[in-house]
């Protein structure tokens, strides 16, 4: 998938599932419920040994998936993310390595920036899309606001306490691509294997921002 065509799909979708599998036996059935719910994407993020196998899985038994990898630290995670499948990569912050990797392996990123100098570092590799994390504790849309001023050709994808009740005004800002967020792929809906309540609740998110 190019980069154009990922980032209209994000745009598209409007909601990054942000999750976390503790077990590999997990990625399947989570799957099957993102896409029930009508959001075939989702970032699995690096913070747990079952990452780099979900994102194999997932990319093999839902190939129509976008399936990136999350909290992406060091190139060594970012090449396992890669030969996994992943169709994108995300980080909590700007790493010029894992970037540069990724630019390398023609692998879209979005790396985590929070002030206008993180801002003009992504900016010297020519991103155009950038993660805002950790949104709220970093003052929220206020902040983005404030730092799309000086950087109007830039995106943002906010990240970091979106949920279902501010989701919307995030999205209202024409500068915010999509938000990502974890309140329909809770861990302990997760654990408890209530792929069901996932699936209604993805969906009721997919209806929430298709307003």
Request: proline share 6%; with cysteine; net charge neutral.
């Amino acid at each position: 998938m190019s980069k154009t065509h990922l980032f209209e799909q994000v745009a598209a979708k409007k909601i990054i599932p942000v999750v976390k599998l503790d077990r590999v036996s997990d990625a399947k059935p989570l799957g099957e419920a993102l896409c029930k719910g009508g959001l075939p994407v989702a970032e699995v993020t690096f913070r747990t040994e079952a990452a780099e196998e979900s994102i194999r899985i997932m990319r093999k038994e839902f190939p129509e998936m976008m399936v990136g990898a999350g909290t992406v630290l060091n190139v060594e995670q970012a090449r396992r993310a890669l030969d996994a499948g992943a169709t994108f990569l995300v980080a909590p912050g700007f790493c010029r390595s894992v970037v540069e990797f990724a630019i390398d392996n023609h692998l879209p990123v979005f790396p985590g920036t929070c002030t206008p100098s993180e801002v003009m570092a992504a900016m010297e590799y020519n991103l155009s899309v950038v993660k805002f994390f950790p949104a709220l504790q970093y003052g929220g849309l206020g902040t983005i606001k404030a730092l799309a001023a000086p950087f109007p050709s830039l995106k943002f994808m906010p990240t970091g306490g979106i949920n279902a009740s501010n989701v919307l005004e995030f999205l209202a800002f024409d500068k915010v691509i999509a938000c990502g967020g974890s309140w329909m792929v809770k861990d302990s809906l997760i654990n408890e294997g209530n792929f069901e309540e996932i699936a209604r609740l993805t969906a009721e998110a997919v209806t929430l921002v298709s307003r």
